[in-house]
Nanobody, 120 residues
Framework: QVQLVESGGGLVQPGGSLRLSCAASGSIFSINTMGWYRQAPGKQRDLVAVISSGGSTMYADSVKGRFTISRDNAKNTVYLQMNSLKPEDTTVYYC??????????????WGQGTQVTVSS
């Protein structure tokens, strides 16, 4: 079994910054892609950013130039640096990890979600 622990959400003023972290632990053989999604109440969960095992990244158009995704493979951790935050970035953020477990099977896990609120 694998656990994902998210941290770093909170309340910030417009134009401010936050850094989200998501650490994976447990029976992990290797990690493929790691990503961040966000979901507003009553809406679908949308991709924010994703990073491959080789470091290639992809971003939603709405966050390009403001958010940066990175990963520390030694710590099985993915980060999301969010700058120039806007009120419309307010919602719950979820990390997603696509990995091979200890048995070699492909598994996908979601974090518990962390609230980001951008407000003055």
């Amino acid at each position: 079994q694998v656990q994902l622990v998210e941290s770093g959400g909170g309340l910030v003023q417009p134009g401010g910054s936050l850094r989200l972290s998501c650490a994976a632990s447990g029976s992990i053989f290797s990690i493929n892609t790691m990503g961040w999604y966000r979901q507003a109440p009553g809406k679908q969960r949308d991709l924010v950013a994703v990073i491959s095992s080789g470091g290639s990244t992809m971003y939603a158009d709405s966050v390009k130039g403001r958010f940066t995704i990175s990963r520390d493979n030694a710590k099985n951790t993915v980060y999301l640096q969010m700058n120039s935050l806007k009120p419309e970035d307010t919602t719950v953020y979820y990390c997603n990890v696509d990995l091979r477990g200890g048995s070699g099977t492909r598994e996908v896990y979601w974090g518990q979600g962390t609230q980001v609120t951008v407000s003055s």
